[in-house]
């Protein structure tokens, strides 16, 4: 990860065609809600000044999901990854932006605070013991932020209690039985 940005919330629009006038700086963001969120737009944190219009509505096609919290602000799932011009590859998670690099594993979790996190007790009932679980579909169930769930996961393998798949596997979680 190279380096985290705010994410800045400037407003909240009903229609598209008002946000672009409070998209000034890298990271600003605008809100589209129409009693449902419809779109986030974001001024791409790279600084390249690309309007990235991010869909919040799964009627419309692939859809991210926006994770509203009063204390802890904006999370959003998946992460974003424009594949033309700059490229930018990024999460937003508690009004954070966390670039990635080329490679998805720089995906760093250390910087992830440990407050208010579903509880690894919590987390791990979720974790089969027989095959794997994505943390998305953990978030899922759970109804938590998945970047959450993830730096959990990530935790419950350090501690020895889950295991983590490779490869296409990445993401996906089994638990560890006892001596094994
Ligand atoms: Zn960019």
Redesign the pocket.
């Known amino acids: 990860m190279s380096r985290n940005q705010r994410l800045r919330l400037r407003k909240v629009v009903e229609s598209r065609t008002e946000a672009s006038r409070h998209l000034r700086s890298p990271g600003d963001a605008v809100l589209v809600d129409r009693g449902v969120p419809r779109w986030l737009l974001i001024s ?7 309007e ?1 219009p991010i869909n919040l509505d799964s009627r419309a096609g692939k859809a991210w999901r926006l994770y509203r919290n009063p204390k802890w602000g904006l999370s959003l799932f998946p992460s974003v990854w ?1 594949d033309t ?4 590859h990024f999460i937003i998670w508690r009004n954070e932006i966390l670039l990635f690099g080329r490679n998805e594993d720089d995906f760093d979790d250390s910087s992830f605070g440990e407050e208010s996190m579903p509880t690894a007790e919590t987390v791990l009932a979720q974790i089969p013991t027989t095959g794997m679980i994505s943390f998305s579909d953990i978030a899922e169930a759970l109804d938590a932020v998945p970047w959450d769930v993830l730096r959990v996961c990530r935790k419950l393998v350090r501690s020895g209690n889950a295991y983590e798949g490779r490869g296409k596997e990445r993401g996906s979680f089994g638990r560890k039985s006892q001596g094994q």
């Open positions: 791409c944190p790279c600084g390249c000044g690309e990235l424009r011009d700059c490229r930018s």
